[in-house]
Each structure stands twice: as structure tokens, then as C-alpha cells.
């Protein structure tokens, strides 16, 4: 017995020991486990199909629009602020561009759709500007402004075409939502996959001189190896997958498709701007303690607006890839999607009372949310039993995090 | 101290709502010079330092600074002065590490114009080293952090920036014997420095060692100043209690601190 209960002492301070060393984020790694429990469940219930290339691709591109807006609702609620209007945002903006591509400027003309894209992102930038403006400047507070923007957005998106839908849109045009022609193939997949690990690598390096440079600590080698090792496998992994997925009747690879890639550079971004710029810091600052924020000298006001037009520009990007999936303009375009956004962010553990949350952490709740989903869908299950479902995991996340957070302190 | 004042505080008026928080108060302050604010709480101490500091602009009455006149708007522009403020709830954003902290608002870039937490979090640890050896696990949150701590924090935020004005509402509130006496010994250097600050403690023993001068304040109005090499601490006490200046206190009065 005493035996025993060694061995598991010394493992669970390996544990700590590892954690510690490598600087994982323990509650990321508390979701990844979360995630491949999901798919694992999901796997066998499914007799493997969930996990074929082909289910594995689709579930990648169906969390895509989700993820793109949840990486600004983590920002928007970091600084103690919600935003309701994204899905109805969305709608609005979709519409705006579908009637500008089919409608207004001429059909086949090459810059037809370019114009429609930059018009779609301006769209949500101006629409978000509003919402940020009456938030940050006439204090009024976010749940009330963007509650009005659920209804008047929903309102205008009808008013555009008088609810007619609105179709099709140009085919380069549809590339972007992912179609079948809407990837990028086996080589330019593995180009980026190359890429990616490069610049993982280089990341890694170049962190390691800086810090030693300062003379701090550094992480020790077989970590840092070993977390590039992860990371690769990582990428290889996902480029094959979707490398495996042919297209229709041949042995052509799919690749990457177009809307995972937008949603990878707005990751990118958005993880940047949250964590190596001003304004990613003060957004922090203002959720962690928006008094001392002031008292530091930052511009509260100009950098709520801010928050609140990055989030409109990430619901054009949203309505870009939406409207290209779905080859139209429709009305009903981001109907409840604000529910899937703010439910990601915070099963990605943002915490709903501000100044916590990561980029990362949201595509991961996001991706979660997707794979419930499309899982029991795979299984037959009714779409009100899956409602019902994910409104309880959401509870438990929820719970999770609070529990979680109480060990820690 | 026959030169121009540091800061001159003429006449401060401050009300929130009904309450007259700062009403008609004076006070000056001498490069290298160190002046105690004392009171009974809610005196209006802090609201007299929030207006200096940006924090609370005043509602009437005039700051000169280095002889001439400004208005303070904003912590903004109270910075742009040379005004640095310990507040007494050190305003420390709980989620973030100290260095992000120590530097917020006016952080080290790189050559990108991206932060440079290295090079911050360098410079965080040379000026925590001066106040706290002790302290080396900085770059934890500081929501995770002690008392004494955050406040070492909050100090070193202040001293850091060059400051000409340094203001410490309760500086030493959270903080141990040892670290106390390190900061007696900062504000000792600071002051040799040509630095003027504003000193404000419950512990009057403190001000009476650190001070020059000492300002009492009673509910919101100015009781008056006096130079600590002038006056004894029970004609202080006098004045924060009873809210009478030394020539106006009876024996009788003093007898009942004892
Ligand atoms: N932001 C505010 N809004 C309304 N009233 C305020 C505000 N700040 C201070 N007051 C009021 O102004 C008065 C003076 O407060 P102040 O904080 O200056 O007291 P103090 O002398 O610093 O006391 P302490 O020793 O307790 O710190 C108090 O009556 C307080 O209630
Ligand atoms: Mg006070």
C-alpha cells in the first residue's frame, strides 16, 4: 500500500514539474483532454465514421464562422463588455454584400466581388463602430446596445432585399465558404504545413535568445524540443486529414480549404494583437481593473470603440465566408449565432466577469461546440434533444471553470 | 527653500454631490521637500492628492506647477508633469503580471512598436529589487500576489518614471517592519534627489520622522501647516482630533490623548 501511494505522489509532482517547465496553460490542456474525450465517445458510438477524413473536414469548416467571431467576443468580453449583435450583425452584413455582388455592380466583372468583400468588412467595422460608440462614449451599457443591434440589425438585413434571398453569388467568389473548389490541394497544403512548423521552430528560438539575452531562465531543452515535436505532429496531422478527403469521383486531394485558412489568420491576428500590442494589453487592463486602468493614462473610451469595431470587422469576415458557403443571401443568415459565439469564448474560458480568456481557448471552445454537434447529428439526434445538450455542457464548462479556479488560488 | 514651489495648490475646492469632499484648501510643496497630509478618515486627504493627480479634477480653484498654471484633466496629463501617485488602492489591474503593470500606459516597445515584455520585465526586477529582495516571483498575476507585494508594485511604478512629484497616499499600509523601513529610506533618497512629496500615513510617528511639514486636514477644510521642527506630535494629534491649531489647544484638551 505505502508503495502505491508513492508512486503516485511522484507521478502527479512529475505532472506539476512538467507543467511547470513547459509553461502549459493546465486549463488548455483540461479541454484538449475535454475535446478527445468528445471525439473518442463520438468515434466508437459512430462506428469510426465520425473520425473519416470527410466528417473531420466538414466539422473543420462548420466551425469556422463560429470560431472567426469568437476569437473578438473573447476581446469584447475580456473588457467586461457582451456583444449580442454579432449574429443579426452577421445577417445584416451578408446581406449588404450579396445585394451589392448579384444586384448593383455588374455580374462577371473581376472586381465585382473584391469591391463587395471590402464593402462587407466596412459594413461590420461602421455597424460596430455605432454599437462602441453609444457603449464607450454615452455609457451606455453593452447587453442593452447590442440587444437593440440584435433586433435592428435582424430588421435591416430584411429591409435590404425586403427578406427576398438572394442568389448565386460569383463562383471565385464561393471559394472562400469552402465548396469543392474551395481548397487549396495536397501541395499548397503541405507548403503551409512546412511553413507552419518553420516558423514554429524560429517562434521558439528566437524566444529562447531573447530571454537569454535578459539572463532569465529558459525553458529546458527536451521541452522545448518536445513541444515542437507536438506542434509539428500537430500540423502533419491536420494536413493529412485533410489531404485525405478527395474530391467527388477521384483521387484528387482536397487540402486545406480557403474559409480554415481565413479562420488561421484571424487567429493569428487576433492572438497577436491580444498579446504583443498596446491595445491588446489595455483591453486587458480595462477587464482586469478598469479603474487602475484609467488612473494608468489609458484611453478607456478609444480603445472600447476599438474592441467594439474589431468585432464588427470580424462579423464582415463571419458574413463573407457565410454568404460564400451558402452560394446566397439570405435572411435567416447568423440566426442564434451570438448563443454559439458567446458559448464558445466562454467554454474556451473567458470569464464572463472580465479580464481573462485566450484566443486559442475560444477556437477550442468553438471547436467543441462543432464536434458536439456534428456528432449527434452523425447519430440521429434530434435537434431539440442537441439544444438541450449543449445547453447543459455549457453549465458544466462554466461550473468547471469556477471550480477550477477556486483550486488554483 | 527660498525658490520657486513645485506645486501650489490655491484654494481646491472638490464636492461630490452633496458632499464637499475638498473645501477652500492650500498647500505647497518644495522641490526636495517632503509634506505630511494628515486627517481623520474621509478628511478628504486622498480626494485633495486624486485632484493633483489627475484622477478627480477639481471643481474650483487654481494648481501651479513649477510656477506656472495647469490644468489637470486626466491622469494623462498629471504624468505629462512629472506627477507620479502611489493611490491608496494602489490601482493595480489584478489580472495582470507587475511588470505589465508597473509599465501600463506607457509601455517598453520593440523595434516593431510591439510590447517588449523581456526588456520590461528586465527593468521591473532592478527597481522591485531596490524595495523588496524578497520579491522574485514577479511575474505571476498580481491578483496572486500579498498584500506587501502589490503595494511594492504600486511603488515601484512610481519611482520608476523619473518623477519630480511624487504622491503616496498610505504607501506602507500593507507593507512589514523591514520593508517599511525601506521605504523611509527610498522616500530619505528620493528627497535628496530634489523630488517633492506629498507623504500620507496614519501613523504619525512616520510623518513626523519623514516630514518637513505637516498639513491637517478635517473634514475637507485645511486646519493649517506647520513644520514638524516646530510643533510637538500631541499638537498635531490636536489638530486631527479636535481640529484646533497648537496656539488655540488648551493643556486640558491634549491631557485626554493620553
Ligand atoms: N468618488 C467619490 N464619490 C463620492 N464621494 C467620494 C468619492 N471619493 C471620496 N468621496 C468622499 O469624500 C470624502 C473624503 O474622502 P477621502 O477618500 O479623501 O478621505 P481620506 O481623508 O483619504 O480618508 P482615509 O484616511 O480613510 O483614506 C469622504 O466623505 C468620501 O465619502
Ligand atoms: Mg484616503
Not at chain 1, 449588404?96 to 455588374?106: K, R, S
Not at chain 2, 493595480?92 to 520590461?120: Q, S, V
Amino acid at each position: 500500500m505505502p508503495d502505491q501511494t508513492q508512486t503516485a505522489e511522484t507521478e502527479a509532482n512529475l505532472f506539476r514539474r512538467f507543467i511547470q517547465v513547459t509553461k502549459l496553460d493546465t486549463r488548455m490542456l483540461a479541454m484538449m483532454g475535454a475535446l478527445f474525450f468528445i471525439w473518442l465517445v463520438f468515434t466508437i458510438m459512430t462506428d469510426g465514421i465520425f473520425l473519416t477524413p470527410r466528417n473531420l473536414f466538414n466539422l473543420t469548416v462548420q466551425s469556422t464562422v463560429v470560431g472567426i467571431m469568437a476569437t473578438g467576443m473573447v476581446l469584447v468580453i475580456v473588457a467586461r463588455h457582451i456583444d449580442l449583435s454579432v449574429g443579426s450583425l452577421l445577417g445584416f452584413t451578408g446581406m449588404v454584400i450579396a445585394w451589392f455582388q448579384v444586384e448593383v455592380f455588374p455580374l462577371g466583372a473581376a472586381w465585382n466581388w473584391p469591391l463587395t468583400v471590402v464593402i462587407g468588412l466596412a459594413c461590420g467595422a461602421l455597424l460596430g463602430a455605432w454599437q462602441g460608440y453609444w457603449v464607450a462614449y454615452r455609457g451606455v451599457p453593452a447587453f442593452v446596445v447590442t440587444l437593440a443591434g440584435l433586433l435592428m440589425f435582424r430588421g435591416g438585413a430584411w429591409l435590404v432585399t425586403e427578406g427576398r434571398t438572394i442568389a448565386p453569388m460569383d463562383p471565385d467568389y464561393q471559394m472562400l465558404g469552402g465548396g469543392i473548389d474551395g481548397s487549396i490541394g495536397a501541395t499548397w497544403s503541405w507548403i503551409l504545413g512546412g511553413l507552419a512548423i518553420i516558423a514554429l521552430i524560429g517562434g521558439s528560438v528566437y524566444a529562447r535568445i531573447r530571454r537569454q539575452r535578459f539572463g532569465f531562465g529558459v525553458k529546458p531543452m527536451w521541452a522545448e524540443v518536445g513541444l515542437i515535436v507536438v506542434g509539428s505532429a500537430l500540423v502533419i496531422g491536420f494536413v493529412m486529414v485533410m489531404n485525405a478527403y478527395t474530391l467527388p469521383r477521384t483521387d484528387t486531394p482536397r487540402g486545406i480549404p480557403v474559409p480554415v485558412l481565413i479562420l488561421i489568420v484571424v487567429v493569428i491576428a487576433m492572438a497577436l494583437m491580444a498579446r504583443i500590442t498596446r491595445f491588446g494589453r489595455y483591453v486587458f487592463a480595462m477587464g482586469g481593473n478598469p479603474e487602475a486602468a484609467e488612473l494608468s493614462g489609458i484611453d478607456v473610451k478609444k480603445n472600447t470603440l476599438m474592441v467594439f469595431i474589431v468585432m464588427g470587422v470580424l462579423c464582415g469576415i463571419a458574413a463573407v465566408v457565410t454568404t460564400a458557403r451558402l452560394n446566397a443571401g439570405a435572411n435567416s443568415m447568423g440566426l442564434m449565432a451570438e448563443l454559439s459565439v458567446i458559448a464558445a469564448a466562454v467554454i474556451g474560458g473567458t470569464s464572463l466577469a472580465g479580464g481573462i480568456g485566450t484566443i486559442t481557448g475560444a477556437i477550442l471552445g468553438a471547436v467543441i461546440m462543432q464536434s458536439l454537434e456534428n456528432g449527434m447529428v452523425l447519430l440521429g439526434v434530434s435537434s431539440a434533444m442537441r439544444q438541450v445538450t449543449i445547453g447543459l455542457v455549457l453549465i458544466a464548462a462554466v461550473w468547471f471553470d469556477s471550480v477550477y479556479n477556486k483550486n488554483r488560488r | 527653500m527660498n525658490d520657486v514651489p513645485l506645486v501650489e495648490m490655491r484654494n481646491i475646492h472638490k464636492r461630490f454631490g452633496g458632499v464637499h469632499a475638498v473645501n477652500g484648501v492650500c498647500v505647497d510643496l518644495y522641490p526636495g521637500e517632503v509634506v505630511g497630509v494628515l486627517g481623520h478618515n474621509g478628511a478628504g486627504k486622498s480626494v485633495l492628492m486624486k485632484v493633483l493627480s489627475g484622477a478627480n479634477p477639481l471643481d474650483d480653484g487654481e494648481i501651479h506647477i513649477a510656477g506656472k498654471k495647469v490644468t489637470i484633466a486626466n491622469p494623462r496629463e498629471a504624468r505629462a508633469l512629472g506627477i507620479e501617485t502611489i493611490y491608496q488602492t494602489l490601482a493595480l489591474a489584478d489580472n495582470l503580471n507587475a511588470p505589465a503593470n508597473l509599465f501600463l500606459g506607457r509601455e517598453i516597445l520593440t523595434a516593431f512598436g510591439t510590447l517588449n515584455d523581456d526588456a520590461m520585465e528586465s527593468e521591473a526586477r532592478k527597481v522591485i529589487q531596490r524595495l523588496n529582495p524578497n520579491f522574485t516571483n514577479i511575474v505571476s498575476p498580481v491578483k496572486t500576489m500579498s498584500g506587501g507585494q502589490r503595494q511594492s508594485v504600486a511603488i515601484a511604478r512610481a519611482i520608476y518614471f523619473d518623477a519630480k512629484i511624487l504622491i503616496m497616499d498610505e504607501p506602507t499600509a500593507a507593507l512589514g517592519p523591514q520593508e517599511t523601513r525601506m521605504v523611509a529610506g527610498l522616500i530619505k533618497q528620493l528627497k535628496s534627489e530634489g523630488i517633492g512629496i506629498f507623504l500620507i500615513s496614519h501613523d504619525i510617528h512616520d510623518v513626523f520622522d519623514l516630514a518637513d511639514r505637516v498639513m491637517v486636514m478635517k473634514n475637507g477644510r485645511q486646519i493649517g501647516t506647520r513644520r514638524t521642527s516646530e510643533v510637538t506630535k500631541d499638537q498635531v494629534l490636536g489638530m486631527i482630533i479636535l481640529g484646533k491649531l497648537p496656539e488655540e489647544g488648551t493643556e486640558e484638551d491634549l491631557k485626554g490623548f493620553h
